[in-house]
């Protein structure tokens, strides 16, 4: 066996192929073979991802309703209607020098706040 191969390297046969020759051309034009491909699929995708976020944001918004004002507030509609003069009285009736401080029952492991 010779020391080196009489067989050249087969560039001719590899020439002749699409990706030799796209990468070959690759070589003298990167951007227009590579880059604006890149970006080419960024913007598409960035369209045909809209309606998918879409539908995202109007599952939210079938969730969310308009409120009225009793609503926000808390406010019943059955509940009785207060009159300003009828609960100063009862509140004037009522005997606030005579009141006993009750302490409320804690959590068990919650402390106390009396300091001994």
């Known amino acids: 066996m010779p020391t080196f191969q009489s067989r050249r390297y ?32 960024m913007v598409a995708g960035s369209f045909f991802l809209t309606p998918a976020t879409a539908v995202r944001y109007e599952k939210h918004d079938r969730k969310v309703r308009q409120m009225s004002k009793d609503e926000e507030l808390g406010i019943k509609s059955g509940a009785r209607k207060v009159d300003l003069n009828e609960e ?7 005997d606030l020098d005579n009141w006993e401080n ?4 804690r959590l068990p492991g919650e402390t106390d706040g009396i300091l001994e």
Not at 102 to 105: D, E, G, L
């Open 102 to 105: 009750k302490r409320v029952k």
């Open 10 to 41: 087969p560039s001719a046969i590899r020439n002749s192929t699409i990706a030799a020759r796209y990468r070959a051309s690759l070589q003298k034009h990167p951007f227009l073979l590579f880059g604006l491909p890149f970006i080419a699929t």
């Open 88 to 94: 100063y009285y009862r509140l004037a009736a009522k």
